[in-house]
């Protein structure tokens, strides 16, 4: 799993002057099983806290916005990534998404997300809680702010986090210490802290005050009682609460994390903590809340503790036994969370799934198109011991006058609701709306939802075809292609998949090559209107040229041509009779970007025992011998392989034969199915002949 944590613009990765989100990735990177291949983006510093993982984004400062940030990590991060991780910038989100559309992201809050731009509105926290893949709230107070007034329906993205801290064995020795980490400003309670403490001092002559931290435009007027000791390290800020009896956090404010509760713990030093945010969710101990946060009120705690040392040490230790933030805990839970965004390969039981299939089953073709390709997986389902239950969108829009595609969006939010299915897999359509797939989420958070599409990707057609491609990918799991998924979807990573076109012994039931008397030596179909029983009108494409010149050039061939100036489109039983009746095809598919691809005429071609003829480009030689399908490199090699198999009828069907057991083999309706299932992890094979 490959990880890129983007840290904000101004987040300082460095060792002293480092906030709080350098301090909770810094430490629990190495604790986590993904170090190795977890990358950090930030802002370029000299010293970073790791040169291992570090990625820094250069920039001109003074040019330097949110914008072109992000932009600069869009362009630099790891192209095999799988999880971006955002910490407390939501805004980045919105740019990222949509350049990274089908990789995972993690959002981690550490302030107050109603404080923050990209969280404050609820129409942007509903979004962000839409299509963020995990939300992380490091105290349940942020969580509280992000979803006022906003409704929870799935908790399963909701975290809930405390960062934490590396432990020591045994409980440290302690020096009369009172300890305050953080701005020295009102805000943070330092006004409060110093008033307290330098009036407790004045009668408690052993003990000191010390405060780390600064303020560049501080307000509040030095004390000579206490040591300020301006940025330290954060190893060095957890060594003097090692040695502090006495911690204090007072801010005036919301705090939304209660880190110094946290690493005070981890240290055995007492934390007194105003009641404020998220403070108080990770204390043991009820005395170290501070109801009214004044310094009276903190002056009389320290003192009390003071003047009763055993009472001080019996509370000091018993935090210090209860701490439950160990680095190792919590680098876990960080795991689990990137983990549970991805589905364990566990298979169900395949034996008895239900399968919900929504696709044109050409209801209103009357039997023509029994043979597409949806039948086929509905067959190869069933063949493998599944129950298919099918939805012809295209027939119910037909059917239904009015708000039919609200209509069929109800139909199969109902259907799911009924039927309860394993597998949802999608045919060309594209009326299903988010919202629906969204809901189904809800109702079935463990169905897998793929698609299967059949059409070209090659580039001239993909802007039109990508409209039912691409429809609501973010929530189909996986979609299967019969093509080679070209570069224009290497962005989806994980998400594409090839598969041959399926063949079944139940459609594709001739065996040309055992019959001697046939009335064609060459067969050939036009895709465009073959559904239609009519060729679309005014509709060419770059084949009928070929397929003239070829006509012109092949008079001693007999042929049986669908195309726009040869025989009109054939469907049903007419189409299977001139197939049928042919010893030769010829598969020629539409589109530049030809790899693996083929329609599903192929299928029709090669199942049925026909001598078939491809395109080499296709690159199917991956699949079929020379001696099994027969390859050419243009038009006179083929023309001359035409005539060739004319005169050597015995190795024609030779070759059709052994090609025809192989497909029917390897390539069939129960195999494709098959593959399906695996890809979306419902059962477990790994092996199949074409990967």
């Known amino acids: 799993m490959n990880i890129a944590i983007l840290l904000p613009l101004k987040e300082k990765y460095t060792k002293v002057g480092g906030g709080a989100v350098s301090i909770l990735v810094n430490t629990h990177l190495p604790k986590s099983k993904y170090k190795k291949t977890t990358h950090v983006y930030g802002s370029k510093v000299n010293k970073p806290l790791d040169t291992k993982n570090f990625k820094p984004l250069d920039s001109n400062k003074n040019f330097f916005s949110n914008s072109s940030y992000v932009s600069s990590f869009q362009k630099k991060i790891f192209p095999k990534t799988d999880i971006i991780e955002l910490h407390n910038r939501p805004k980045y989100f919105?740019?990222?998404?949509?350049?990274?559309?089908?990789?995972?992201?993690?959002?981690?809050?550490?302030n107050n997300p109603l404080d923050l731009k990209g969280s404050a509105k609820l129409s942007d926290r509903k979004f962000l809680y839409e299509n963020v893949d995990s939300l992380v709230f490091l105290s349940v107070w942020m969580k509280d702010q992000f979803f006022r007034d906003l409704k929870i329906t799935d908790t399963k993205k909701i975290n809930i986090f405390y960062p934490g801290v590396s432990t020591v064995k045994k409980f440290p020795a302690k020096k009369n210490i009172i300890l305050f980490v953080g701005k020295l400003n009102r805000t943070k309670g330092y006004d409060i802290y110093t008033d307290a403490v330098s009036r407790f001092l004045k009668n408690h002559k052993t003990w000191k005050g010390i405060a780390v931290g600064s303020e560049p435009r501080r307000n509040i007027q030095k004390s000579k009682d206490i040591v300020e000791l301006g940025e330290i390290s954060n190893k060095e800020a957890l060594q003097l609460i090692s040695e502090s009896k006495i911690t204090i956090a007072c801010s005036s404010w919301d705090e939304p994390l209660g880190r110094l509760p946290i690493e005070s713990a981890s240290r055995g030093s007492f934390p007194i903590v105003s009641n404020r945010g998220g403070l108080v969710e990770t204390l043991t101990e009820g005395f170290s809340i501070l109801k009214n946060n004044n310094s009276d009120e903190l002056l009389k705690k320290i003192t009390f503790l003071a003047k009763n040392p055993k009472k001080l040490i019996s509370m000091q230790k018993n935090i210090f036994k209860k701490f439950?933030?160990?680095?190792?805990?919590?680098?876990?839970?960080?795991?689990?969370?990137?983990d549970s965004l991805f589905e364990k390969k566990v298979a169900v039981n395949a034996k008895n799934l239900k399968i919900l299939h929504i696709a044109s089953f050409n209801q209103s073709s009357n039997g023509n198109l029994y043979y597409s390709t949806a039948n086929k997986f509905n067959i190869g389902f069933t063949k493998l011991g599944h129950f298919v239950h099918t939805i012809d969108d295209k027939f119910f829009l037909k059917s239904n006058i009015g708000n039919s595609i609200y209509s069929l969006n109800e139909k199969i939010i109902k259907n799911v609701a009924n039927f309860a299915p394993d597998l949802m897999i999608l045919g060309h359509t594209n009326k299903i709306n988010r919202a629906t797939l969204k809901k189904i989420k809800i109702l079935l958070p463990k169905l897998r939802i793929c698609r299967w599409y059949i059409d070209s990707i090659s580039p001239e057609f993909f802007e039109n075809n990508s409209k039912i491609l691409l429809n609501n990918i973010n929530y189909i799991d996986k979609i299967f292609i019969t093509s080679l998924p070209s570069k224009i979807l290497s962005k989806f990573k994980n998400k594409f998949y090839f598969i041959p076109n399926p063949v079944d012994s139940s459609i594709e039931n001739n065996k040309n090559f055992s019959n001697n008397n046939l009335p064609y030596d060459l067969f050939f179909s036009l895709s465009h209107g073959q559904h239609r029983g009519v060729l679309k009108s005014g509709k060419t494409?770059?084949?009928?040229?070929?397929?003239?010149?070829?006509?012109?050039?092949?008079?001693?061939?007999?042929?049986?041509?669908?195309?726009?100036?040869?025989?009109?489109?054939?469907?049903?039983?007419?189409?299977?009779?001139?197939?049928?009746?042919?010893?030769?095809?010829?598969?020629?598919?539409?589109?530049?970007?030809?790899?693996?691809?083929?329609?599903?005429?192929?299928?029709?071609?090669?199942?049925?025992?026909?001598?078939t003829f491809m395109d080499q480009k296709t690159n199917y030689n991956k699949f079929f011998t020379n001696k099994e399908i027969i390859f050419y490199k243009n038009k006179n090699d083929l023309i001359n392989k035409i005539i060739f198999f004319k005169k050597n009828d015995h190795l024609a069907k030779k070759y059709a034969k052994s090609a025809h057991q192989k497909y029917h083999k390897y390539f069939n309706s129960k195999e494709v199915c098959s593959y399906i299932l695996s890809k979306c992890n419902l059962i477990k094979r790994k092996k199949f002949y074409w990967i």
């Open 94 to 110: 919105f740019y990222l998404k949509k350049k990274f559309p089908d990789k995972k992201f993690v959002l981690f809050f550490h």
């Open 324 to 338: 439950n933030y160990s680095l190792e805990k919590t680098s876990k839970k960080i795991d689990n969370i990137r």
């Open 541 to 611: 494409d770059e084949r009928d040229n070929f397929i003239n010149s070829l006509h012109s050039s092949l008079h001693q061939i007999k042929k049986y041509f669908i195309s726009s100036n040869f025989n009109s489109p054939k469907w049903g039983s007419d189409f299977f009779h001139y197939l049928s009746n042919s010893r030769m095809g010829l598969n020629m598919s539409r589109g530049q970007y030809q790899k693996l691809y083929s329609s599903d005429r192929i299928a029709s071609l090669i199942g049925n025992g026909l001598l």
